[in-house]
């Protein structure tokens, strides 16, 4: 596997996903967003009526969280419905065929696909979030205390589902590999809401859901690091008991130890999909 042969392979998967038409999608959907929440974030005041500085502040913060959850699917659509026909609509065209017929090595392929994949849904959410919180600047002055932070991790949470997507393509059709993925996405983010309301219940059993199914598919634990690193340090100290559980705050960014769990999963997972995609009858 020579590092020139994976560089190639992700310039080309970037171009190809550049002139999809799922990327038509993504943006129609981020304009809609985007204009949505300007009108949104610029109602506050008017809604709720002689907010103090302090106050509109929490309400912008706690509104941000649940605009960037909107973003944050947006994303998890995109890079899961273009990881899918990126590696198995080749292989049933045949196009991969032609590829893997010259001395091209399947797992050189595989991780320039990862690679570009990551690179263009990395780009997105860089774009995309940006924009968001450029919309939440504007109009209530708010500015999240860590925002590159909470980029970042959405950027980290579109790779995780990434891989997942290009494993479940190398043995399933290619809508397929989406759906079970971002289906697979939603009932993580489910198990974090009910893990979430056990822990401020107190009921270990029910807490553990959300504890499990963060370990089984990292999304949901990079989902809650990034709305720590968007909300409102103050928000949980001046509320803490009335917004227990809530699915749109996290009481805690990530730990050391989490982040290299999630790193160390995209690589079992990725492992794994070289290893089926080696096997694949082409």
């Keep these: 596997m020579t590092a020139r042969t994976v560089l190639t392979v992700a310039a080309l998967t970037v171009r190809e996903a550049a002139r999809r038409r799922v990327l038509l999608a993504l943006g129609a959907l981020t304009l809609v967003l985007l204009s949505v929440s300007a009108y949104g974030f610029s109602r506050i005041d008017a809604t709720f009526g002689g907010l103090t500085s302090g106050e509109a502040r929490l309400v912008a913060s706690l509104v941000l969280n649940l605009v960037?959850?909107?973003?944050?699917?947006?994303?998890?659509?995109?890079?899961?419905?273009?990881?899918?026909?990126?590696?198995?609509?080749?292989?049933?065209?045949?196009?991969?065929?032609?590829?893997?017929?010259?001395?091209?090595?399947?797992?050189?392929?595989?991780?320039?696909?990862?690679?570009?994949?990551?690179?263009?849904?990395?780009?997105?959410?860089?774009?995309?979030?940006?924009?968001?919180?450029?919309?939440?600047?504007?109009?209530?002055?708010?500015?999240?205390?860590?925002?590159?932070?909470?980029?970042?991790?959405?950027?980290?949470?579109?790779?995780?589902?990434?891989?997942?997507?290009?494993?479940?393509?190398?043995?399933?059709?290619?809508?397929?590999?989406?759906?079970?993925?971002?289906?697979?996405?939603?009932?993580?983010?489910?198990?974090?809401?009910?893990?979430?309301?056990?822990?401020?219940?107190?009921?270990?059993?029910?807490?553990?859901?959300?504890?499990?199914?963060?370990?089984?598919?990292?999304?949901d634990g990079l989902w809650r690091g990034a709305m720590n690193a968007f909300q409102d340090p103050t928000l949980l100290v001046q509320f803490q008991e009335a917004f227990k559980g809530h699915p749109f705050l996290s009481a805690a960014g990530l730990t050391p130890g989490y982040l290299g769990w999630a790193g160390l999963w995209v690589a079992i997972v990725l492992g794994l999909a070289a290893v089926s995609f080696q096997r694949k009858n082409l």
């Excluded at 974090?192 to 056990?198: D, H, K, L, P």
């Design 68 to 219: 960037m959850f909107g973003l944050s699917l947006i994303a998890a659509l995109g890079t899961a419905f273009l990881a899918g026909p990126t590696l198995s609509g080749e292989t049933e065209s045949g196009i991969a065929l032609a590829v893997l017929a010259r001395p091209v090595r399947r797992p050189a392929v595989l991780l320039g696909k990862w690679l570009g994949l990551v690179l263009f849904g990395s780009g997105f959410v860089a774009v995309a979030g940006l924009a968001q919180l450029l919309v939440v600047r504007v109009t209530t002055g708010y500015w999240p205390p860590e925002p590159l932070t909470g980029l970042a991790l959405l950027a980290a949470q579109a790779a995780v589902l990434l891989t997942l997507a290009l494993l479940l393509s190398t043995a399933v059709s290619p809508m397929a590999s989406g759906v079970v993925a971002v289906g697979l996405f939603g009932a993580t983010w489910i198990g974090g809401v009910v893990g979430a309301f056990g822990e401020a219940l107190g009921n270990e059993s029910v807490a553990r859901i959300g504890t499990v199914s963060r370990m089984l598919l990292p999304t």
